[in-house]
């Protein structure tokens, strides 16, 4: 196809931007008002609860599908119109979602990042999302399926979907020759943590940045970019509970990690991607994105507090159920020092090698005092509390009830005791998610 045919994002003049822009502002209010909706409605503590649970189905429970891929609402490609996109200049919309679809282009090579970045820090991680060198060079070599993980069977719908709607839009195809060329990731403790940040910093991005679209979406390109959007809500929730398991609680530090690294992206995406030099102009548009980058921090953070330890240690701790990959054969010494770093690398986890000594201290005089009143504890949740039965669902009447008869002490006077009742409902919880009582709803037992 010659180069008019396809579609490349240009700028319109000066005074048709500027008077788009003033549209846009007037609209400003209802825009963000939507924005919150959808971030409240999106990062709610049991959808968050759903996703991180997921992980662990993934893991140990491969014969429902929901675990190997989150199940997309129905919609029409063909029905979307130039006329859905509601409040931003079409020019603007299709700037975005090209530069979204340039991002997501790369799934293998994102995968391998991954796959090889977090084989050592945390290998049910690494498996989620992609494969590690030998196993990457064995698939290469048996012309396999590059992976098999959850996060690239998400992602590897996304860059398809967003060169499908630029066309319903512009009414041209994009162009496919993607400018992104993403960096090699290697498997080393500093390579990791700071592949860990990007991740998180990405797919942060991505939340925020299909919430905007969704703003200005309506109709099906509306509910097209809440699938995209919902797909990058669940990984941003899972790499950053992962975080929070291999880190600790450091939500500043977290922030400030993420931020710098979310600005050396942006610039970096007004150098290389198609388009790039407009993107980031629009003051209304930049607003937007602000106010959605921070309602989605805002929201995640305020749930990620609220995930005990146990939790996470179960969910990225327990060895995976699913069959090894195939992977070349290492010699027998290269094998040896491979085992040893894993085992390192487990040593590590559990003694909470890398979080803050302060934070450290605080979950192991939890883990002490839980040790020491494990068959008393259990026995309040027993007895007292009835086994949480009923307090399935974060945010329902009976959940609050509980937690403020907890709080009032009617279980006992002591903090630490209160916090581990408080951790254990939310441990329950998150077992118990609405797929999971979906499942023993309909007779299949969880
Ligand atoms: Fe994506
Ligand atoms: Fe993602």
């Known amino acids: 196809m010659i180069d008019c045919e396809m579609y490349q994002p240009v700028a319109p003049p000066e005074m048709e ?18 924005i919150y909706a959808m971030v409240r409605q999106d990062f709610e503590t049991a959808v968050l609860d759903e996703y991180l649970w997921s992980f662990w189905g993934f893991h140990h429970l491969q014969a429902d599908l929901h675990y190997r891929a989150r199940p997309w609402q129905k919609v029409q490609l063909r029905a979307i119109e130039p006329e859905d996109v509601a409040g931003l200049g079409l020019w603007e919309m299709g700037l975005m979602l090209n530069m979204a679809m340039e991002d997501e282009e790369p799934i293998p090579e994102y995968s391998y990042q991954s796959g090889e970045g977090f084989r050592f820090l945390l290998p049910t991680l690494a498996r989620y999302m992609g494969k590690h060198q030998e196993q990457a060079r064995f698939a290469a070599e048996n012309g396999l399926q590059w992976c098999e993980g959850a996060w690239c069977a998400e992602e590897r719908r996304h860059s398809n979907t967003l060169a499908r709607i630029i066309e319903r839009l512009m009414k041209k195809p994009p162009r496919r020759d993607n400018p992104n060329k993403p960096m090699v990731v290697t498997a080393t403790e500093e390579d990791a943590l700071r592949h860990l940040i990007s991740r998180q910093t990405t797919e942060w991005n991505a939340s925020s940045s299909y919430i905007v679209m969704a703003a200005h979406a309506t109709g099906h390109l509306h509910s097209l970019i809440r699938n995209l959007e919902r797909d990058e809500v669940k990984h941003l929730c899972i790499i950053s509970a992962a975080s929070a398991y291999l880190l600790g609680p450091r939500p500043w530090r977290r922030f400030l990690d993420l931020v710098r690294k979310g600005l050396g992206n942006f ?3 007004k150098k290389s991607r198609s388009g790039g030099d407009a993107f980031g102009t629009n003051p209304i548009t930049a607003i937007e994105g602000i106010a959605a980058h921070l309602l989605t921090e805002y929201y995640l953070r ?16 327990t060895p995976s159920s ?9 010699s027998p010494e290269r094998q040896t020092e491979m085992d040893a770093a894993l085992n390192r690398g487990r040593e590590k986890r559990l003694a909470l090698d890398r979080w803050e000594p302060e934070t450290r201290l605080q979950a192991a005089q939890q883990r002490q005092f839980e040790a ?3 068959l008393a504890t259990a026995q309040i949740i027993a007895v007292d509390l009835g086994g949480f039965q009923g307090c399935e669902t974060p945010g329902t009447e009976q959940d609050k009830d509980l937690r403020k008869r907890i709080r009032r002490g009617e279980y006992g006077s002591d903090r630490v005791l209160q916090n ?23 007779g299949s037992p969880p």
């Open 302 to 317: 305020k749930w990620l507090k609220t995930v005990p330890l146990r939790t996470l240690k179960l969910v990225f701790e």
């Open 17 to 34: 931007r500027r008077h788009l822009e003033f549209r846009q502002a007037l609209r400003l209010p209802k825009t963000l008002h939507s």
């Open 372 to 374: 020491s009143q494990n």
């Open 322 to 330: 699913l069959p090894e990959l195939g992977a070349s054969v290492l």
């Open 267 to 269: 610039t970096n995406q």
């Open 420 to 442: 581990s009742l408080i951790d254990h409902l939310r441990d329950f919880q998150i077992r118990h998610n609405h797929h999971v009582l979906a499942l023993a709803s309909c």
